[in-house]
């Protein structure tokens, strides 16, 4: 038995709270190897990385190393209609993954097509472009005004304005 205390602190929690971080480390660490990935910043900042728009339509799936030194390929997840923009763009995909490693560990990247649903690997889905919503009717702004200028407290006056606003501007049926 090991009396060093180091050795017993190791295996022991600390009392109170960890941060999570180093509760998750070694389990994403150990994941993230059984993948290929050496370096879990790929799978953690996959967004930082490559780009937002990108990373909305694609996600890293493994890296597997050639049997002779250099050269590892990236496989990249795509719905299929995404997989014709990304291959265009698999040149400055490549060059940032290698500047997030630090060296040119990436040699080649290859795409890979599925549904968004429906296979294990293609369950998790891709961010929604976010929902963009329309400019307010000038005239529904301009009624819903003149609704409420009669109401004495501001306050009230702009809330009820702002309720009319949304009532006249909702879509008809």
């Known amino acids: 038995m090991s009396t060093n205390p180091q050795d017993s602190r190791k295996s022991r929690r600390m009392r109170g709270f960890e941060r999570t971080s180093s509760l998750l480390s070694d389990p994403i660490r150990s994941a993230g190897e059984k993948r290929g990935f050496a370096v879990t910043r790929l799978l953690t900042h996959w967004a930082e990385i490559v780009g937002e728009g990108t990373a909305r339509v694609a996600r890293p799936v493994k890296v597997t190393y050639g049997r002779h030194g250099f050269g590892a390929t990236l496989t990249v997840l795509t719905t299929g209609a995404n997989a014709p923009m990304l291959e265009m763009q698999k040149e400055q995909i490549r060059e940032k993954v290698n500047?997030?490693?630090?060296?040119?560990?990436?040699?080649?990247?290859?795409?890979?097509?599925?549904?968004?649903?429906?296979?294990?690997?293609?369950?998790?889905?891709?961010?929604?472009a976010p929902k963009q919503t329309p400019a307010p009717d000038p005239r529904a702004l301009a009624q819903a005004a003149?609704?409420?200028?009669?109401?004495?407290?501001?306050s009230l006056r702009l809330a009820l304005e702002n309720l009319g606003r949304n009532v006249l501007s909702r879509p008809k049926r």
């Not at 500047?99 to 990247?109: E, F, H, N, P, Q």
């Not at 290859?110 to 891709?126: C, D, H, I, K, Y």
């Open 146 to 154: 003149d609704l409420s200028k009669g109401v004495g407290d501001d």
């Open 99 to 128: 500047a997030c490693y630090g060296y040119a560990a990436i040699s080649r990247i290859m795409l890979t097509q599925t549904a968004p649903t429906g296979f294990a690997e293609g369950q998790a889905q891709f961010a929604p």
